[in-house]
């Protein structure tokens, strides 16, 4: 829930080199060898907090076990509560437990709420300009982003943004570039988890052929993988490269 909390808020946020890194260090080492945080209620808990954390940070955290990064903690814990599963759907037969663990199936925090997190920041502590334990995040921030066609092989849009407002949703983003960018166009529908992406250029996600439009975030540095929350929750940071890909399914062209 700390977590949670802390990557809600607008500013300011813990100095991440010193304190926030090694937080989820000490959660993500108490990680299982069958890849659960103990019990079913514990681990949602931890897939929460590290799925959280994963919005502020763009370098993955240093694995406690040789090959395991950030990311495949939260995939492997997902799997994990997936089968802790009771015959009746339930988790442990508790309501509580249940309740807990949906929105980790989810990879979203069940703390959503601005105000269950506001709290009054202090004044930065003078550390006799070792260093301030306080960081005020950028106002502004730049992204790259990537919009293409992954069965026909086909790039729309290959831009840098810069002057992106900092802890922007995706959605956001989307819509202040199409507002600068008349030949920028793209299209959502509204579901009951959020906004969901599904035209970019006139091109249609469409049931028929399975199509679908997915995003890519990859950080400075780091390998692409797949973004698993919705474009209100996605909050892309500074450098990242941001790809909307076109895909089917079914699967589609190398690109």
């Known amino acids: 829930m700390a977590i949670s909390c802390l990557v ?40 929460q907090a590290l799925q959280a954390a994963q919005r502020v940070v763009t370098q993955i955290w240093p694995p406690v076990h040789v090959g395991r990064t950030q990311f495949d903690r ?22 509580f437990t249940t ?11 069940y ?5 269950l997190c506001r709290v009054t920041s202090p004044e930065p502590i003078n550390t006799n300009g070792m260093y301030n334990v306080w960081q005020t995040n950028p106002k502004y921030i730049t992204v790259d982003m990537l919009v293409k066609n992954a069965i026909d092989v086909n790039t729309y849009y290959n831009e840098r943004l810069e002057s992106v407002t900092a802890n922007s949703s995706l959605h956001k983003i989307l819509t202040e570039v199409q507002e600068m960018d008349p030949n920028f166009s793209f299209e959502t529908e509204q579901t009951e ?23 890519y975030r990859s950080a ?6 797949a973004v698993h929350v919705g474009i ?3 909050i892309p940071q500074d450098g990242d490269t941001i790809v909307l890909k076109y895909r089917r399914a079914d699967g589609d062209a190398q690109f």
């Open 220 to 225: 400075p540095g780091g390998d692409e993988y």
């Open 232 to 234: 209100d929750e996605f």
């Open 8 to 47: 809600q808020k607008d500013q300011p946020l813990w100095n991440l080199d010193l304190d926030f890194e090694e937080r989820v260090n000490h959660l993500a080492a108490h990680q299982l060898s069958d890849m659960t945080f103990g019990n079913a209620h514990t681990t949602a808990l931890a897939i």
């Open 74 to 95: 939260v995939h492997g814990a997902t799997s994990a509560l997936c089968a802790m599963a009771e015959n009746d759907g339930s988790y442990g037969h508790s309501v």
């Open 111 to 115: 703390i959503r709420d601005d105000a």
């Open 193 to 215: 988890l959020g906004n969901m992406l599904t035209s970019l250029f006139n091109v249609d996600a469409s049931l028929r052929d399975n199509s679908f439009w997915a995003v």
């Open 99 to 109: 309740a807990e663990v949906l929105p980790a199936l989810r990879w979203r925090t």
